[in-house]
């Protein structure tokens, strides 16, 4: 394998990358956008959707999936507005990041707060991913744990220890091992190729999910649940769950921190806000779709009985072959999903160290590797790009380990994330930029939409720790 250095400035080298990135690159069209949306989207949350609406029932469970629905489309709305500068439509200034849009619109104060809200975020979804994936990539390799278990029983006899580990732990460090060579695809337009991957097993998992639900109902000749939910041991735990449930929803739904990044791989014409919105309308509707059939399925075939990840309720039962590639098509989900978050976050790192550091040649220089029998393929890797990109997914799967507790985390992020940036943010930029008079129609609309969001937010947020808490004291 041949390794050739570019010796070319690196200052010269980091802004060709800039302009390669901002100008050239931009060829995305409506479907790559809804592709991306949908990668990012439709991932771990969706199989917690029949546990929330269990615990919320027939009439709340549907009400609060439309009604997060309703809000994050609002959202991407507004947010697509304000890609460019000061003129939506012919702003010279694109903004191809969320931060970097509430630092030009709101202040540098905002944009803090701002910055805070969104990396908790991005980290908490590496988190969120990564548990599940462990789970499901246990239920995969479980299949040839078995075939191996066997024949050390036929070697060793039937009261030999054949253990080849059950623990989750151990899939967290498979999955972070996979996601520390993935992370080295260098930025959102490089992965085109595994976000439509991505969709198309998302595609595949619910729909699998969902025909097996309605399998299950089938069998049983009837609907379970109630109008209520299901029940707790007490009103107080009740109301827990509730609110638990409420962040799992919140969760599922927004993709506003990652929307201006997919934004700017657009190509124009059209407009990019167009394309962007049709795009927005066209994934929102898609997976609230697929949000209300695997919610609803799965509530009426388990009831009561409903558990937090959807398909580990069918267990290994028949038909085992097919619940063994829906997890496998969870696994290669949760890989493209877990790059589509973790992207804004290595290219916030990586630009501050450039510019911070100019001149310093283990930050800004490339080398070319030149793959044996690929007829002249070269892959350019950076030193600086290798050690961030692995130190943040080793610190990822850490924290995954240590709080491996599927719902009470989904709950959290989707408390903590959802009403500033899905909400506040968006709704404070629209109105700076339409310079709307405090007290009018509009603006107490605006105002009204916000605090509603926020109350709902602070009653997850709530419900949520108080259930990681429990769990982990357990």
Known sequence: MDIKENNESPVLRSTELQL????????????????????????????????????????????????????????????????????????????????????????????????????????????????????????????????FRSNCYHRKGHYATCSYGDKNNYFMLLFGVLQIFMSQIPNFHNMLWLSVVAAVMSFAYSSIGLGLAFGQIIENRQIEGSVKGSPAENRGAKVWLVFQALGNIAFSYPFSIILLEIQDTLRSPPAEKQTMKKASAAAVFITTFFYLCCGCFGYAAFGDATPGNLLTGFGFYEPFWLVDFANACIVLHLVGGYQVYSQPIFAAMERVLTERYPQNKLITKFYGFKLPSSRGVTVTLSPMRLCLRTTYVVIITGVSILFPYFNEVLGVLG????????????????????????????????????????????????????????????
């Open 20 to 147: 390669h990135d901002s100008v050239c690159a931009r060829t995305g069209t409506l479907w790559t956008a809804v592709a991306h949306i949908i990668t990012g989207v439709i991932g771990a949350g969706v199989l917690s959707l029949a546990w929330a609406t269990a615990k919320l029932g027939w009439i709340g469970g549907p009400a609060a999936l439309i009604g997060f629905a309703g809000v994050t489309l609002v959202s991407a709305f507004l947010l697509s507005d304000c890609y460019l500068f000061p003129d939506p439509d012919n702003g010279p200034l694109r903004l191809n990041s969320y931060s970097q849009a509430v630092k030009v619109y709101l202040g540098k104060k905002n944009q803090i707060v701002c910055g805070v809200c969104v990396y908790i975020s991005l980290v908490g979804v590496g988190v969120a991913y990564t548990i599940v994936t462990a789970t499901y990539l246990h239920k995969v390799i479980s299949v040839i744990v078995a075939i």
């Open 415 to 474: 408390a903590v994330g959802f009403w500033p940036l899905a909400v506040y943010f968006p709704v404070e930029m629209c109105i700076l930029r339409k310079k709307i008079p405090v007290w009018t129609r509009k603006w107490l609309l605006l105002r009204g939409f916000s605090f509603v969001c926020l109350l709902v937010s602070v009653l997850a947020l709530v419900g949520s720790i108080y259930g990681l808490v429990a769990a982990k004291l357990r």
